[in-house]
């Protein structure tokens, strides 16, 4: 019994050590010249012209979702602006750029409306196309002390049979090959523009949403992970933080009660799940991305939760 526990002992070493050795190697392969990967400033709308700033903070859906002229007018003393972050499925990366950026400190109100997908375990630091670029010895460290579990996931899921490793791996492999060097742009800034740009048929409010392309499943919400998500943005924001039921296509999910009564004793949102609902004709190209009609809807929904905060127009 002895010899097998020394035996199992050293396999578990040498498993830990060809970990380690992968994510060495990925972290390097992120960073080479031949990485054709570029992240640029993740483009936000609003204004940031004020000391005090409401802050929508979430991903693309706080781009589309509101009506940041519309809040800038009736918010005179205060600037608002969306924090949306590029990054799809890894929701530490997502909450890390603002929490590193100019507007985290406590004269700020911070509303979260963040899509359910990023409110998963499973994708707080997913092993994807986006994180194992973004991904830093110096944020692998972060993750370590304050989560370890999530990080030898990570680290488990860093294997030659993971697709995204091999994406990597064959495109840096390739430019080796053909002597191809890649002139990156790397900028992980947050800009804010005062002008809002979308694509043809934003504004169009009588075609009805395609909802058989994107139907929302249950979320896997866990009671655990959910305060976690809480604890961790409650040490990291340093701003007044409340938070929304993120927008849904109504009638277009399999929701349970119980979760919908765990995400409310958990967050506590300013709004009711029925509010966060929306018609097939006030969709735009997503079940999270209003159009121009859903957007009102929910931009004035926004500004009677803000008055009844106390934060007045």
């Known amino acids: 019994m002895k010899k097998l526990i020394t035996n199992l002992s050293i396999l578990a070493v040498i498993f830990f050590l060809y970990k380690v050795i992968i994510f060495i190697s990925i972290l390097n392969l ?12 993740d483009l936000n709308y609003g204004k940031d012209d004020k000391a005090q700033q409401i802050i ?6 706080t781009r589309y979702d509101f009506d940041y002229n519309y809040l800038n007018a009736k918010f005179k003393t205060k600037a608002v602006h969306s924090v949306s972050s590029s990054v799809p499925f890894a929701l530490f990366f997502t909450l890390d750029k603002f929490i590193n950026s100019k507007w985290n400190n406590k004269n700020n109100t911070v509303i979260i409306d963040i899509p359910y997908s990023l409110f998963s375990d499973d994708q707080f630091l997913p092993c994807n196309y986006v994180s194992l670029r973004l991904m830093t010895l110096e944020k692998a460290k972060e993750v370590l002390l304050d989560q370890p579990k999530k990080f030898f996931s990570f680290i488990f899921n860093e294997s030659p049979f993971n697709n995204e490793v091999t994406q990597l791996v064959s ?4 430019n080796h090959a053909n002597g191809i060097i890649e002139n990156k742009k790397t900028d992980n800034s947050l800009v804010v523009s005062p002008v809002q740009n979308f694509k043809n048929g ?3 409010c009588t075609t009805p949403y ?9 979320p896997r919400f866990s009671k655990k992970h959910l305060e976690y998500i809480k604890s961790y943005i409650s040490e990291k924001i340093k701003c007044k933080v409340y938070y929304r039921f993120p927008e849904i296509n109504k009638g277009n999910n399999n929701f349970t009660k119980s979760n919908i009564d765990l995400f409310t004793k958990t967050f506590n949102p300013i709004n009711t799940f029925e509010q966060s609902q929306f018609l097939n004709n006030q969709l735009y190209d997503q079940w999270y991305h209003l159009n121009k009609c859903g957007t009102a809807i929910n931009t004035q929904y926004l500004v009677d939760e803000l008055n009844r905060l106390g934060i007045k127009e």
Do not use: I, R
């Open 56 to 61: 929508l903070l979430g991903s693309s859906n």
């Open 171 to 174: 495109l840096v492999a390739k």
């Open 210 to 218: 395609v909802k058989e392309q994107h139907y929302l499943v249950n």
């Open 202 to 204: 934003y504004d169009d």
């Open 30 to 41: 992120s960073k080479s010249k031949y990485d054709p990967t570029t992240f640029l400033a």
